[in-house]
């Protein structure tokens, strides 16, 4: 518990409530303008993996700190070393929170289009982009791009997206329960 782990536990906790604009902003600084990648998906992906990082890290560290000393004294006990007590003991136990944190984030970044947008992201596609060399979107930029469209046929696959975005996010969320569940019920208390 020194000087530095709590900066760094503070900053981290202040990176998960920052705007995902901001880190939009950032994305392009680093990603487009620096390190010179353009507006490719890669900077996307960067950006994004950028904005779920702190949920990840925070939800490890509370899943983590939620082991018992107990469980981690037994270990020692047994002849463990450091590394087989983390990996035998407290990685196990705290999986499905680790787990759980994982889902959140990507549900979170599922539906986030404002970083997306400053690095790249096509507002309206009416092609089939290339993965690798710029030209992409993301689903929330698409169905409101589909909605705003006085046609009708734009607003049935709107509503089509919308529900294609919603199943994914189910499905995410069971995978999660199941997971959790199976890691769950291995963890002796």
Do not use: C, K
């Amino acid at each position: 518990d020194s000087w530095w782990n709590r900066a760094l536990r503070t900053n981290i906790a202040n990176l998960a409530g920052v705007p995902s604009i901001i880190y939009g902003i950032f994305g392009l600084a680093l990603f487009v303008r620096a390190l010179g990648l353009g507006f490719t998906l890669l900077a996307g992906a960067l950006t994004m993996s950028l904005l779920i990082l702190p949920i990840v890290i925070i939800a490890s560290m509370e899943a983590i700190r939620a082991v018992p000393d107990s469980q981690r004294e037994a270990a020692y006990a047994l002849g463990a070393t450091r590394w087989q007590m983390v990996r035998g003991a407290v990685l196990p136990t705290a999986a499905p929170g680790i787990l759980t944190g994982i889902i959140l984030a990507m549900a979170r970044a599922i539906g986030e289009a404002a970083p997306l947008l400053l690095v790249g992201a096509v507002v309206f596609v009416t092609y089939l982009p290339s993965p690798i060399e710029g030209g992409y979107t993301v689903l929330p930029i698409q169905i409101f791009q589909w909605a705003s469209r006085p046609q009708e046929g734009f607003q049935m696959i709107s509503a089509s997206a919308i529900i294609v975005l919603l199943a994914v996010l189910f499905v995410l969320n069971a995978v999660a329960l199941v997971l959790r569940a199976r890691l769950a019920r291995h963890i002796a208390w």
